[in-house]
C-alpha cells in the first residue's frame, strides 16, 4: 500500500495538471485575450504533449526502469509547472503545457504499470485504481486552488503550484525499489525475487514474475515490432488501444476541462462558474473511491458496461436541460447536477476499468510498446475532444454536442459486451493465455 500509493503521486499531478486549465482558463482568457478556438488550444497542446509522452514512456521504462522513468517524470513536472506559471504568452504557456503533458503522458502509463508488476493478484484491482483515485484527487485539489484564488484572477499561482506535488513524488521514488518483473527482464534474478518477496511475503516465488526475457536493446526492439504481428498479440494491444478511446469518447474532458466555461455560457459569473467544479471534483473523488471498493468484486467488464450505460443515460438527460439553463438558475442547477450524475458513473466505473484494464490486457512481451500505444490512443482520443469540443459547441449548441457524445457512449457498450474481456482475480499471466485463446 505505501509503494502504490507513493507511486500514484504521479495520478495526483496528471489530475492537478488537467484539470487546474479549467478554472484558470477563464482568466488567461482575459489576459491573452484567447479566442474559443485559442482557449482550446492551450488546453489541448498538453494532450500533444501527453500522447508523445505515452508513445515514449512504456520504452523509456523498458529502458532505465519503471521507477527512474517516474522520477524523470517528477523533474518535468516541476519545471513544467514552474514555466506555466511564469508565460508571457499563449505560445509560451502552450509550450509549458506541452511539457507537462510528455510527462503526463509517461506517468499514466507507467505508474499503472509500476503498480502492477509489484501487487498480488488478489490486490491488483483496488492498488492499480489507486492511481485512478489520485487522478481525481489531483483535480479536486486543482478546482479548490481555482476557487481559493478565483476572487483575485491569480492563474498564475494555479498552475505554478503544481510543483508541490511534483517534488515530494521525487523524493518518494528515491526511496522505492525497482519492479521484480523489470529486474528480471534485465537479468538480477536474485534481487527480483528480493523485491518480490519483500512486497508479497516470504512464499512468493519467482515464478510469479511475469515478464519476457531480454532487455530494451535494439534487438529487443525489433522482436517487439515482430511480435506485433502475430494475431492474439496484435488483438490484445488493440483492444488496450480501443479501452482507452472508449474513456475518452464519452465526453468526460469536456466536463472536466470546460464545465466551468459551460456554466458562464449560460450566465454564471466567473467566480461562480470556478465554483461548480467543485461540485464536480468531489462526486468524482467519492464515486472513485466506490468503484475501487467494489471493482475487484463486480468484475473490470461489468463494471465498464454499467459506467457506459450510466454516462450515455444521463447525457440525454443533460442535452435538454443545458439548452433550458440560459437565463434560469434552476435549469442551470439541474444541468450541473446531470453533469455530476454524469461524472459520478464515469469515475465510479469507466475510469476506473479503464486503466486497470488496460495495464492487465496488455501481454508481457510487448508491454513497453503495447502500453505506450493503448496511451497514444488514449490521449489522441483525449486531444481530439478537447480541440473540437469548444468549437462543436460554437457550431451546434451544448445539447447537440452532450448527445453527440451520448452515442460515442451506447457504441461504446457494444463493443465491451462483445470483446473486452474479464480480468478480475486471476493473475496476469492467466490474463495472457485469455487472451491467446478469444483470438484463436
Avoid at 503544481?162 to 518483473?181: D, N
Avoid at 512486497?199 to 529487443?220: C, F, H, K, N, Y
Wanted: hydrophobic share 60%; charged share 10%.
Amino acid at each position: 500500500m505505501a509503494v502504490a500509493a507513493v507511486a500514484a503521486l504521479g495520478g495526483l499531478l496528471f489530475g492537478y495538471d488537467t484539470g487546474v486549465i479549467s478554472g484558470a482558463l477563464l482568466f488567461i482568457q482575459r489576459s491573452f485575450e484567447l479566442t474559443p478556438a485559442q482557449e482550446s488550444t492551450v488546453t489541448a497542446m498538453l494532450l500533444v504533449g501527453a500522447a508523445l509522452g505515452a508513445v515514449a514512456g512504456g520504452r523509456v521504462a523498458d529502458a532505465i526502469g519503471r521507477r527512474a522513468t517516474i522520477a524523470a517524470g517528477a523533474v518535468g513536472f516541476v519545471a513544467g509547472s514552474l514555466w506555466s506559471a511564469a508565460a508571457g504568452s499563449a505560445v509560451s504557456l502552450g509550450a509549458a503545457r506541452t511539457l507537462l503533458g510528455l510527462c503526463i503522458g509517461a506517468v499514466s502509463i507507467v505508474v499503472p504499470m509500476y503498480i502492477a508488476e509489484m501487487a498480488a493478484p488478489d490486490i491488483r484491482g483496488r492498488l492499480v485504481s489507486l492511481n485512478s483515485l489520485m487522478i481525481v484527487i489531483g483535480q479536486l485539489v486543482a478546482f479548490l486552488t481555482n476557487s481559493a484564488l478565483a476572487g483575485s484572477g491569480a492563474w498564475r499561482w494555479m498552475l505554478g503550484l503544481g510543483a508541490v506535488p511534483a517534488v515530494v513524488l521525487l523524493a518518494g521514488m528515491a526511496a522505492l525499489p525497482e519492479t521484480p518483473a523489470h529486474l528480471a527482464r534485465r537479468g538480477r534474478a536474485e534481487e527480483a525475487l528480493r523485491v518480490l518477496r519483500a512486497m508479497r511475503g516470504p512464499g512468493a516465488a519467482a515464478a510469479d514474475i511475469e515478464v519476457a526475457e531480454g532487455s530494451a536493446d535494439a534487438a529487443t526492439r525489433r522482436r517487439e515490432r515482430s511480435l506485433l504481428r502475430v494475431p492474439w498479440i496484435r488483438r490484445s494491444v488493440a483492444v488496450a488501444m480501443t479501452i482507452g478511446v472508449i474513456q475518452q469518447i464519452t465526453g468526460v474532458n469536456a466536463i472536466v476541462y470546460f464545465a466551468p466555461t459551460m456554466m458562464a455560457k449560460v450566465g454564471l459569473s466567473a467566480q461562480n462558474a470556478v465554483y461548480t467544479s467543485i461540485v464536480i471534483g468531489t462526486v468524482s473523488v467519492v464515486m472513485c473511491a466506490v468503484g475501487m471498493a467494489v471493482i475487484d468484486r463486480v468484475g473490470r467488464r461489468r463494471m465498464l458496461l454499467i459506467g457506459l450505460a450510466g454516462c450515455s443515460a444521463s447525457l440525454v438527460a443533460l442535452a435538454p436541460a443545458y439548452r433550458a439553463a440560459a437565463g434560469s438558475t434552476a435549469a442551470a442547477m439541474l444541468a450541473l447536477g446531470l453533469m455530476a450524475l454524469f461524472i459520478a458513473f464515469q469515475q465510479a466505473s469507466v475510469s476506473v476499468a479503464t486503466w486497470l484494464l488496460i495495464s492487465e490486457v496488455v501481454p508481457a512481451e510487448v508491454r513497453g510498446v503495447g502500453m505506450g500505444l493503448a496511451g497514444l490512443a488514449l490521449w489522441v482520443a483525449n486531444w481530439a475532444v478537447a480541440q473540437s469540443f469548444l468549437p462543436l459547441v460554437e457550431a451546434v449548441g451544448g445539447a447537440a454536442s452532450f448527445l453527440l457524445f451520448a452515442c460515442f457512449g451506447a457504441a461504446a457498450a457494444v463493443f465491451t459486451a462483445r470483446v473486452v474481456p474479464e480480468t478480475a482475480g486471476v493473475s496476469l499471466a492467466e490474463v495472457r493465455r485469455r487472451m491467446r485463446a478469444a483470438a484463436g
